[in-house]
């Protein structure tokens, strides 16, 4: 089964400033879908940026870009410019390539989640 | 496309009853997804629909749990005799399936149950 942390319950930086939110995982599939979603107060989740494992580019999104190391399991988020509107929870997550393989791969798999704090 | 849309927002029951939770996908997105998320972690994969076929159920999902999604539109959600471990937030999510598993998840904004 696969399993994702993040090491960092909370984060706090300052309004226009940069903050880079880490997680790892651990899968033996060579083809998988990382992602990271924001949680705001509202509840809802909204997916912030997508990454396939088959691709060595960084996905970008905005202000938002992540650092995809295969090798080392890691997956960590990168926003520029901080805004207040950015404060969150942010979710790590994990996807199966393939699907009904079981155990509920056709699901995501989350990670703890970091919460992030925007100071004006 | 108004958003994934759960009923009720908030449920408080009492250890032992029954209670059932909708969730409306985006209109035309065959894809549904129910999750559970408690105080402090991540969202856990109940079970999925792909139209009303319901083809995969997370070992989380007990017997007590059950969920439908009659004619591939709204799903339910129901848990029979209530735990107080049962409390968590109920979230729905829906994706237009095409084929693949890249695919963008929408998620709704969750019900939270107390079993008291």
């Known amino acids: 089964a696969q399993t994702v942390t993040q090491s960092q319950p909370e984060m706090s930086v300052q309004e226009a400033e940069t903050v880079t939110l880490s997680c790892t995982y651990d899968?033996?599939?060579?083809?998988?879908?990382l992602f990271w979603y924001k949680q705001p107060p509202s509840r809802q989740m909204i997916l912030v940026i997508r990454?396939?494992?088959?691709?060595?580019q960084n996905a970008t999104e905005n202000r938002f870009s992540v650092n995809f190391q295969k090798a080392a399991k890691s997956f960590s988020l990168k926003i520029s410019d901080s805004q207040l509107g950015d404060a969150a929870m942010y979710f790590c997550a994990y996807r199966s390539l393939f699907m009904y393989s079981g155990g509920g791969a056709d699901g995501l798999t989350f990670g703890k989640g970091t919460h992030l704090i925007i100071q004006p | 496309d108004t958003g994934v849309s759960q009923n009720p927002r908030h449920k408080i029951t009492k250890r032992g009853q029954n209670v059932t939770f909708r969730c409306d996908p985006i209109?035309?997105?065959?894809?549904l997804y129910w999750y559970r998320q408690t105080l402090g972690q991540g969202p856990e994969f109940l079970t999925y629909f792909q139209n009303e076929a319901q083809l995969e159920k997370s070992r989380l999902l007990s017997d007590r749990f059950s969920a439908e999604r009659p004619k591939g539109s709204f799903s339910t959600l129901e848990i029979q005799r209530t735990e107080q471990g049962d409390s968590a937030m109920y979230l729905c999510?829906?994706?237009?399936?095409?084929?693949?598993?890249?695919?963008?998840?929408?998620f709704g904004s969750g019900t939270q149950l107390s079993v008291l």
């Open positions: 990454q396939e494992a088959y691709k060595q």
């Open positions: 209109s035309e997105h065959n894809r």
């Open positions: 899968t033996s599939e060579s083809d998988y879908y």
């Open positions: 999510a829906s994706s237009l399936g095409t084929g693949g598993t890249n695919e963008k998840l929408f």
